[in-house]
């Protein structure tokens, strides 16, 4: 079996245990909390591409949003949102 130490580089495992000192916690704890955050941020990467997407399929240029966000604020305000 695979274990997180074996898949590891050196350098990484002495980050990480490094890490786990300073904050008086259990190397696996840093490790765990590093993957969920990694995770986080791919989530956001993947979530950021597809709204670029769905931005192109519409005609939207990057000079446009803040336009078009201030009119969405304009309008929520208006509403009462």
Known sequence: ????????????QQ??????????RE????LEEAVRRYAAVCRL?????????RARDKGIRE????????S???ENAERGR
């Open 45 to 53: 990467d993947r979530f950021a591409d597809k709204m670029e997407q």
């Open 27 to 30: 190397p696996g704890e840093v």
């Open 15 to 24: 980050q990480i245990e490094q890490l786990a000192r300073e904050q008086r």
């Open 72 to 74: 969405v604020r304009r």
């Open 1 to 12: 079996m695979t274990t997180p130490r074996t898949m590891l580089s050196d350098e990484s």
């Open 63 to 70: 000079e446009e949003v803040p336009r078009l966000v201030e």
